[in-house]
């Protein structure tokens, strides 16, 4: 990697204002897209606003088919897990987000286990995961997955040999059952470069509002690139079955990752849009019996902005 000193400094700044400008996203429920497209133009170029425009509107459009695709499930009852592993900064958040940033979370919902505790260390190693599947109706995406076994236990010797080896004998065919049993499994591995990631991990280190993201094992597995490059292609060439198949998605480029993500997943359902009856609002009814208490001041908020 050559890069300048400066030309890192320059790249940190640009992802630092890239992730609080995407924060805007939501603002789109109470300001037109037109307005905060204008305030976000500034300084960027021709061809910086071009692309940043297709990617919002993408995006939104994407949404509505994911709005589409969740009526679906919950219609005709599907059930299905998506299961997203990567790398740490890879931009598994990142697209997580976007899928369920205007879904119904007693719909799609997001599992992100912690490490196991002493208890959990002694059940079958799929137990813990096992109560977070979907019922009929559900989406269930998991934030790292029982694939934690393949990739950060081994590396960091978290596991024994004979438990890593059983792992690989067991998640063929427990992936398999869940098949049987009527869930649809969906698994992506998120691809970044070497490169990408140091960057990625500056840009962390420098903004006060991603500090949290860096923990110690994270620091760690930068050490052990190779290791955990090593242990990926394992992964992925002893646990691509034809009923649960691994999808890689280059991630380099966060923003079209999380575009092709998307589309790729919409692609995997044979979804249609589900009619609906036509909502009336009913009449407020109106008391001539009942007065509004006052509320006491002292409970009251102050209105400091």
């Known amino acids: 990697m050559n890069l300048t000193e400066q030309e890192i400094v320059n790249r940190i700044r640009l992802d630092i204002a890239d992730s609080y400008d995407e924060e805007m996203e939501l603002e789109l429920e109470d300001r037109p897209l037109d307005a905060l497209e204008a305030e ?23 949404q509505g088919e ?36 205007r879904l119904n979370p ?47 236990e081994h590396v960091m010797h978290f596991c024994t040999d004979d438990q890593y080896e059983e792992f690989f004998r067991t998640v063929p065919e ?31 280190i420098h903004d006060p509002l991603k500090q949290w993201k860096l923990s110690p094992m994270d620091l760690e597995s930068r050490r052990r690139w190779e290791e955990y490059t090593k242990a990926k292609e394992v992964m992925l060439e002893r646990t691509h079955i034809p009923e649960a198949p691994w999808w890689v998605v280059q991630a380099v480029d966060k923003k079209k990752a999380r575009l092709n993500c998307i589309s790729h997943l919409l692609g995997q359902m044979p979804y249609t849009e589900v009619e609906h009856p036509a909502i009336a609002l009913p009449p407020r009814e109106h008391h001539d019996d009942y007065v509004r208490r006052p509320v006491p001041a002292e409970i009251i908020v102050p209105e400091i902005y």
């Open 106 to 152: 007693r719909v799609c919902r997001v599992a992100a286990l912690p490490a196991p505790n002493d208890r959990e260390r002694t059940q079958w190693y799929f137990q813990r995961y096992v109560s977070h599947l979907p019922a009929a109706g559900e989406i269930v995406l998991f934030d790292r997955s029982w694939y934690n076994r393949a990739g950060v």
């Open 40 to 62: 976000a133009m500034v300084g960027r170029t021709p061809d910086e606003r071009e692309a940043r425009r297709l990617y919002f509107r993408e995006l939104f459009r994407l």
């Open 174 to 204: 427990f992936e398999r059952m869940l098949v049987r049993s009527g869930i649809q499994v969906i698994k992506y591995w998120f691809s970044i470069s070497d490169e990408e990631q140091h960057l990625r991990f500056l840009g962390r």
């Open 66 to 101: 994911l709005v589409k695709l969740q009526d679906w499930v919950v219609h005709t009852g599907r059930k299905v897990v998506i299961l997203f592993e990567g790398r740490d900064a890879a931009g598994k958040g990142g697209v997580i987000k976007r899928i369920t940033q």
